[in-house]
């Protein structure tokens, strides 16, 4: 394949050396407007780079994106890697284009442009986070006298199994009780049977302090095991 | 979004024809090329962020324009303002004429200030060739 790397910084100097050598022998030119970027990259790979503005159509025509295979654009912005991607495919129909982004919140509108692939470290150690720390966890809020009750909260997170159910069929712990659901706009319901949980509702419980743990998987776990990435 | 010479020059039209005026930019000190008349709002925040952009009323927009001196800045932030906050009327600035043009197939409403100012010089050039000329001739 030929492959277009745009932006010489860490990312994509080392991506660049790990596509040289891989074994499927792929071609590699890293574009990079850094003169010394440029420099480093010649001295250490060879004489694979090219000193251009990704996004110029000239520097584009040069470094023959017409013919790439996939072009990855790797540069610390997000705004450069976007164009250049949205170039790439827009004038030289590129059929494959990856974009690194920076803010997460810039994959659906990355998407909605048009671009194949996003990827962003951002998201990467979230996924990472969420699957290593319960942060969705149980917050203890008062302990009653006597009898070992306690009152919690719980935060009902996006993909939890529960979300949509009515109160009635949940499984809870014997002796817990939901008492109040704040949704995520803020407004107190006390529920009934009937009350549908949502994602991101605050659900305060009455629970019993052995079954806290098993409270707290019952509200929060996932239907199916999370997807890391999204 | 882009409180320039020209993003600034514009907001004070726009707020003199008495529409209300919201001026973004990232670095605060570029709000003090508004005059002290300007009523509008100035909103120091990076424009192609959508928290910023959902911060500052976008959604409630009639319009939104795009002059930082970023060509990409401008296209991405475009490209949010149409996409996910449907603001009905954008306009982006892009100074490289090739990128100008395809944005423009892309269905973005775009103008390059090279193209015109450059159109502009050659036609002046050329009014003052012909003056020359008839006076040589006259």
Request: glycine content about 8%; some cysteine; hydrophobic content about 40%.
């Amino acid at each position: 394949m030929y492959i277009i790397v745009v932006g010489a910084g860490k990312v994509g100097y080392y991506l660049a050396k790990e596509l040289l050598e891989a074994p499927e022998g792929h071609e590699v030119l890293i574009i990079e407007l850094d003169a010394a970027k440029v420099e480093r990259v010649t001295q250490e790979l060879g004489d694979i780079a090219l000193r251009g503005d990704g996004c110029e159509a000239a520097t584009m025509e040069k470094a023959g994106y017409g013919r790439a295979d996939m072009v990855i654009a790797v540069t610390g912005d997000d705004e450069d890697n976007l164009v250049v991607c949205q170039v790439a495919k827009a004038k030289f129909s590129v059929p494959r284009t990856v974009a690194r982004i920076n803010n997460p919140k810039n994959e659906t509108i990355f998407k909605q442009l048009g671009i194949d692939t996003t990827v962003s470290a951002t998201a990467a150690i979230l996924a990472q986070i969420e699957q290593e720390l319960p942060i969705h966890g149980l917050i203890q809020l008062l302990s009653l006298k006597g009898g070992g009750l306690e009152i919690v909260e719980v935060k009902v997170p996006q993909r939890a199994s529960v979300v949509g159910k009515r109160i009635g069929e949940l499984l809870l712990p014997q002796q817990s009780l939901i008492t109040l659901i704040v949704d995520s706009d803020g407004t107190p319901r006390v529920p009934s049977n009937d009350t549908v949980i949502r994602a991101e509702d605050q659900v305060v419980a009455v629970t019993r302090r052995e079954s806290e743990d098993a409270l707290r998987a019952a509200l929060t776990n996932s239907s199916s095991p999370a997807a890391p990435g999204r | 979004m882009g409180c320039g010479r020209v993003g600034a020059t514009l907001a004070t039209w726009l707020d003199a024809d008495g529409h209300d005026v919201t001026v973004l930019d990232i670095r605060p000190d570029a709000f003090k090329r508004l005059p002290p008349e300007f009523k509008g709002r100035r909103h120091a925040g990076n424009a192609i962020d959508q928290d910023v952009l959902a911060r500052v009323g976008l959604r409630q927009a009639d319009a939104f324009v795009a002059v930082t001196q970023g060509d990409n800045r401008n296209v991405m932030a475009t490209q949010m303002a149409k996409h996910l906050f449907g603001v009905r009327r954008t306009l982006c600035r892009i100074y490289d004429p090739i990128r100008e043009e395809i944005y423009r197939d892309l269905g973005l409403e775009t103008i390059s200030p090279t193209l015109v100012g450059a159109q502009l010089l050659k036609d002046l050039l050329d009014k003052q060739l012909v003056v020359a000329d008839g006076e040589a001739e006259g």
